[in-house]
C-alpha cells in the first residue's frame, strides 16, 4: 500500500499496518513492485492525476478499479499500449450471484 494513502479514509497507516500491509515509501515504488494494483480511480476515470499513473504502469501488471473505458478511446488504446492487463468494476455484471462484489454494493457501509 501506498504511505500516506490513507489521507481522506479515517484509517492511519499504522491501521493497515496492523493487518498485515506492507507500506512503500513513495507511489513509483508502489507500481514498480507490485505485481497487481488494486486502485478506485484508475487512469482513465482520475482525471486530476490520472495521467501520471500511466508512466508507472509496467508490461504484465494487472490493475483492477474505475477505469471509466468508454470515456476516452485514446485513453483506453494508451492503457492497452502500456502492455497491463486492467479489470473494470464498474464493467462486473449485476446480477444477484455478484451482487455483494458489485463495485456500488461493496460500498454500503
Not at 492497452?80 to 449485476?94: D, N, Y
Amino acid at each position: 500500500m501506498e504511505a500516506g494513502a490513507d489521507f481522506n479514509t479515517g484509517y492511519r497507516d499504522a491501521d493497515y499496518v496492523e493487518k498485515g500491509a506492507r507500506l512503500a515509501p513513495s507511489r513509483a515504488e508502489l507500481f514498480r513492485d507490485a505485481d497487481v494494483i488494486a486502485q478506485v480511480l484508475c487512469y482513465g476515470s482520475n482525471d486530476p492525476t490520472g495521467k501520471n499513473d500511466l508512466a508507472l504502469y509496467r508490461c504484465k501488471q494487472t490493475v483492477i478499479g474505475f477505469q471509466r473505458p468508454f470515456g476516452s478511446l485514446e485513453l483506453a488504446l494508451q492503457l492497452a499500449a502500456s502492455g497491463v492487463t486492467s479489470f473494470s468494476v464498474e464493467l462486473m455484471p449485476r446480477i444477484t450471484r455478484a451482487q455483494s462484489t458489485g463495485e456500488l454494493s461493496c460500498q454500503r457501509p
